[in-house]
C-alpha cells in the first residue's frame, strides 16, 4: 500500500500547490479529455477550478442528480459555477440510484450500492460517449485514512485499497487533493478564487442524504431528511461549527398529536466543533435553539414527534450516522 505524504495546512505554500497540481493534471491527461462531477462541496469544487485551470474545454463537468442531494442543489449548483465561467452539464440519474438502493438498509451495502452505481454506470456511460480516459475527483486524505482503518468505506477511495479503477471501471482517477485534509482544501479552494460560500461550506457526505438516513434510503424517507436538513441549516446558519446535520432514524417512537397516538418519526440533530474532521466535539448550543429546532421539525416535517440532539464526542461516535 502507498504511504500518502501529507501537506498540511499550515505547511503548504498554496501558490506552489496550485502551480504544481495544474502542470500534474495537463501532463497526466495530455491532448485527451478528462470529466468531472461537481457537488458543490468545497472538494469538489477545488478540483473542478483546478482541472478547468489545467484543461479548459477538455475538463467535461458533471452534475450527477441522484435524488439524494439537499433541497435546491442541482440548480443552485450549476447556476453558481456558470458564473465562473464553468460550464456544468446536468444529468439525471434519480431513478438509477433509488433503483440500486431499493430493499439496503445497511450501511456498507448503502455506500457500494452508491459507488457501483455513480462510477460503473453514470460515469462508465459518460466516459464511453464522451472518450475520456480520466476522471477528476476530490479524494482528500481523511477519505483514505477512515476507508484503510475500517471506520467507513468512503465511496471514492480504490486506489488505496487495491482496487484498479481502469480494471473496474475503464478509466483512470485523478486525486489532485490526496495528500490535504479540509482545512488545506479551503486555503486551495480560496485561493483559486471561489468564493467564501464554498471554501467555507459544510462538508457533506458523498452518499449524500442517504448517509443521513438510518436503514432503507427510499424517495419518501429521503424526502423527510431533506426537509429535516433544511431547517437545520437554516437555524444553524450563524452557528460557527464545523458542521450540523439531521438524521432520520430507522426506529418509529410513539407519540402524541390533535390528542391521539401518533407512531412516528424521529430525527436526530448533530452540530460538530472540528478542524480536520478527525477528532470532533458536539457544540454547546443554546437550548432556545435547539427549541425553535424542535418545534419546527415537529409542525414542519411530516410524521416527525421526536427530536433529540446528541452530545458524544468523536471518537467513540463519528461525525456522519451511517
Known sequence: MVKIAEITAQGMDTKKFIDEKTKEIATTVGSGLAINALSGGVDSSA????????????????????????EGEPERVVALFKGFGVTVELLDAQAEFFKALKGITDPEQKREAITQTFYKNVFGRIVKESGAKYLLQGTILTDVDETIAGIKRQHNVFEQLGIDPQAAFGYKIIEPLVQLRKDGVRKVAEAL??????????????????????????????????????????????????????????????????????????????????IDARVASPTRLPFEMLEKVSKRMIA???????????????????????
Open 300 to 322: 414542519e416535517v411530516p410524521g416527525v414527534v421526536s427530536v433529540t440532539y446528541n452530545i458524544t464526542t468523536k471518537p467513540p461516535s463519528t461525525i456522519e450516522a451511517v
Open 193 to 274: 478564487g471561489l468564493p467564501k460560500v464554498v471554501y467555507d461550506r459544510m462538508p457533506f457526505p458523498g452518499p449524500a442524504l442517504s448517509a443521513r438516513v438510518i436503514g432503507e434510503a427510499t424517495p419518501e424517507r429521503i424526502k423527510t431528511a431533506r426537509r429535516a436538513t433544511a431547517i437545520v441549516e437554516e437555524e444553524f446558519s450563524a452557528v460557527n461549527a464545523f458542521q450540523y446535520m439531521a438524521i432520520l432514524h430507522e426506529d418509529r417512537v410513539t407519540g402524541i398529536r390533535a390528542g391521539k397516538r401518533e407512531f412516528g418519526q424521529q430525527i436526530e440533530i448533530r452540530c460538530w466543533d472540528s
Open 47 to 70: 478540483v473542478t477550478m483546478l482541472g478547468h485551470k489545467a484543461l479548459g474545454k477538455r475538463l467535461k463537468t458533471y452534475f450527477i442528480n441522484n435524488g439524494i442531494m439537499r
